[in-house]
């Protein structure tokens, strides 16, 4: 309880306007509530998936990943501790008033002072999301939080989720059939169909490739959320994609089957969820408010 209550009290002092604002906490009945600022929209993914008749447009999708990047490098450079947030996907992405997006849910963050390395914990994440060194190291990483920003803006730009199911038993992975397309040259037919012709070309190219740079396999490969900035404010050149770390992961077939088989003995899937959470967070629950609750943060 006192090193939830000391993350909490931490991370209630983020301020960024990207960020979805954490107002306090309480414990009502043995479970602990987050309560952060109402955002009238609700979550970007309810827009991508749930939605298809209020489609959002490019310059909104655009938009919006541009402000989650900026939310993270405040998360990762500009606060006084680097903040892990461990678990950036569309759900967790909340619409305000304007449809500018703010990444929120911290309950699987982590915080580590600038300078130092950080810990090995347990495996957090959603399925699709998680970067593949993690498997094998347990530690978690502003480049882990790249990697999983990687499969986020292929979720915007794409319009599907990171791991496709289809009728029969097999799994369609995003990553995979973008890089196939960008192989082939033609890289924007993995544009969310929905768009139509209504985009700029050179900005989905632009994500669309950027996506896949973050997602790549090794971890010294992807940029850091500065680099991400610049290369989507077009004041840094996007580098060539390297071929380089691919052929050894995602054309062999490492990918989420074996991921899972890494990871079943010790987090088991639950048959309703696929996040895999442990933490002392995991008895939390988020409650999104106006105002804190009585008896809230102290």
């Known amino acids: 309880m006192r090193e939830f209550i000391a993350e909490i009290v931490s991370l209630g002092r983020l301020r960024h306007r990207n960020l979805v604002q954490l107002l306090g906490y309480c414990r009502r009945k043995g479970e602990l509530l987050l309560v952060y600022d109402f955002m009238p929209n609700g979550s970007l993914d309810k827009f991508l998936f749930d939605q298809p008749e209020r489609t959002l447009s490019w310059h909104q999708r655009f ?20 903040v892990l947030h461990r678990d950036i ?8 008033g ?15 002072d600038h300078g130092t390395d950080p810990q090995t914990t347990h495996i957090v994440g959603t399925l699709g999301y998680i970067a593949p060194e993690l498997t094998e190291t347990g530690k978690a990483t502003t480049k882990s939080d790249v990697f999983a920003f990687g499969a986020f803006v292929l979720e915007v730009a794409c319009g599907k989720r990171p791991i496709l199911l289809r009728a029969s038993p097999e799994e ?13 040259g033609e890289i924007v037919e993995a544009t969310d169909v929905r768009l139509g012709n209504e985009y700029a070309k050179e900005e989905m190219e632009l994500v669309l490739k950027l996506g896949l740079l973050c ?48 990871m079943e003995p ?22 999104v408010a106006g105002s804190l609750l009585s008896g809230g943060r102290r």
């Open 63 to 82: 938009r919006i990943i541009k402000g989650v990047a900026s939310g993270l490098l405040y998360l990762h450079e500009e606060w006084e501790q680097v």
């Open 172 to 184: 369609i992975i995003l990553v995979d059939w973008v890089l196939q397309c960008w192989k082939k």
């Open 89 to 96: 996907k569309a759900s967790n992405v909340l619409l305000d």
């Open 215 to 262: 997602l790549h396999p090794m971890a010294s490969t992807r940029p850091s959320m500065r680099q991400v900035i610049q290369f989507l404010d077009g004041d840094c050149p996007l580098p060539t994609l390297p071929l380089s770390g691919w052929d050894a992961t995602i054309e062999s077939g490492v990918g989420e089957d074996q991921m899972l088989k890494k």
């Open 266 to 287: 010790l987090y088991p899937r639950s048959s309703s969820s696929n996040t895999t959470e442990r933490s002392f967070f995991e008895s939390s629950s988020t409650v």
């Open 98 to 112: 304007e449809f500018d997006g703010r990444l929120g849910d911290f309950g699987l963050a982590r915080l580590y």
